[in-house]
């Protein structure tokens, strides 16, 4: 919910996206756009959330400290995104930041893939 939030909240900064222009966005995709969107999800947001959180952020954090390491892991999944759009880009290390908080002191991947997951569900063609 947080990550639809700020991404919802990063349009509105920008000037693009009212709540009416969300909602009205969010109306027009099909249930096969929606089933597809899940299955983006689940692949997305577990085939990305190990690389990201489950490999790159433990040894980034491991040779920059937690924050410099979270910050380093967020800018290379924007990267990875190939969108350097300012709007994009930076949504997307925003995505990066909260995807790596949640990973949280348990070190589970379960709460960043789940929410990446949801997302994509939610908002899947951003």
């Known amino acids: 919910v947080v990550a639809v939030g700020a991404v919802f909240f990063l349009g509105l900064l920008l000037g693009n996206w009212d709540w009416s222009q969300f909602i009205a966005a969010e109306h027009q995709f099909t249930l096969a756009n929606r089933i597809l969107f899940l299955l983006i999800g689940l692949n997305a947001g577990f ?66 893939g789940v929410a990446h997951a949801f997302l994509w569900t939610v908002i899947g063609s951003l």
């Open 47 to 112: 085939i990305e959330e190990s690389l990201f959180r489950g490999f790159l952020q433990p040894a980034a954090i491991q040779n920059f400290g937690f924050v410099s390491g979270l910050i380093f892991t967020s800018l290379i999944f924007a990267a990875y995104h190939l969108n350097f759009h300012p709007q994009i880009f930076l949504g997307k290390i925003v995505l990066g930041l909260i995807f790596g908080s949640l990973r949280g002191s348990d070190r589970s991947l379960l709460r960043p």
